[in-house]
Nanobody, 121 residues
Framework: QVQLVESGGGLVQAGASLRLSCAAS????????MGWFRQAPGKEREFVTS????????SYADSVKGRFTISRDNPKNTVLLQMNSLKPEDTGVYYC??????????????WGQGTQVTVSS
């Protein structure tokens, strides 16, 4: 099993920045692809971004391209999400996920507990 723990959420104003962190422990060999989903109130969970093991390949939802940047530090088993120019529509609970096979994280094997991001207008 892989345990994922997110941190870094909070309440910010539109236009501000936040950085989320996801720390992995346990069988980290199963974290080949890692990334983030988010879920806004009353909406389904949606894919935000992901990254491959070496960090050479990334994927972003159109809604965050150019504003969010994902990176990973494998020696520290950590994935970071830098979020700039935040908008109220970025509000939601952000979940870290790990997938052994798919860059788009369509079959995650592990999920974090989530961290709340709230962007006020």
């Amino acid at each position: 099993q892989v345990q994922l723990v997110e941190s870094g959420g909070g309440l910010v104003q539109a236009g501000a920045s936040l950085r989320l962190s996801c720390a992995a422990s346990g069988r980290t060999g199963r974290t080949y692809f890692m990334g983030w989903f988010r879920q806004a109130p009353g909406k389904e969970r949606e894919f935000v971004t992901s990254i491959s093991w070496r960090g050479s390949t990334t994927s972003y939802a159109d809604s965050v391209k150019g504003r969010f940047t994902i990176s990973r530090d494998n020696p520290k088993n950590t994935v970071l999400l830098q979020m700039n120019s935040l908008k109220p529509e970025d509000t939601g609970v952000y979940y870290c996920a790990a997938d052994m096979y798919y860059l788009d994280l369509k079959a995650p094997t592990s999920w974090g507990q989530g961290t709340q991001v709230t962007v006020s207008s």
